[in-house]
């Protein structure tokens, strides 16, 4: 089994800034992409930043220029760096992981998710 472990939420004004992060542990041989999904009350879990192994990133168009998404692969951790935060992106931020254990067989897991809430 494996499990990922976030931290890093809580409340900011606008403008400011929070930084996720995303430990995975467990039966881990390798990971292959880390994501960061978040999910806004009334609104479908949405990828917010992906980082593969490699160190190749996507984002999505709302968060470009604002947020940087990041890995080290020697602790299996993934960040999240959110600068010039905004109310709408108010919202349960998820890791999600594809890991390869030693079976050599690919598994996705989730983590719990963080409140990450912007407001004056």
């Known amino acids: 089994q494996v499990q990922l472990v976030e931290s890093g939420g809580g409340l900011v004004q606008p403008g400011g800034s929070l930084r996720l992060s995303c430990a995975a542990s467990?039966?881990?041989?390798?990971?292959?992409?880390m994501d960061w999904y978040r999910q806004a009350p009334g609104k479908e879990r949405e990828l917010v930043a992906q980082?593969?192994?490699?160190?190749?990133?996507n984002y999505a168009d709302s968060v470009k220029g604002r947020f940087t998404i990041s890995r080290n692969n020697a602790k299996s951790t993934v960040y999240l760096q959110m600068n010039s935060l905004k109310p709408e992106d108010t919202a349960v931020y998820y890791c999600?992981?594809?890991?390869?254990?030693?079976?050599?067989?690919?598994?996705?897991?989730w983590g719990q998710g963080t409140q990450v809430t912007v407001s004056s």
């Open positions: 980082v593969m192994d490699g160190g190749g990133t």
């Open positions: 467990g039966s881990i041989f390798s990971i292959n992409a």
């Open positions: 999600h992981a594809d890991v390869i254990q030693f079976n050599k067989r690919s598994y996705t897991y």
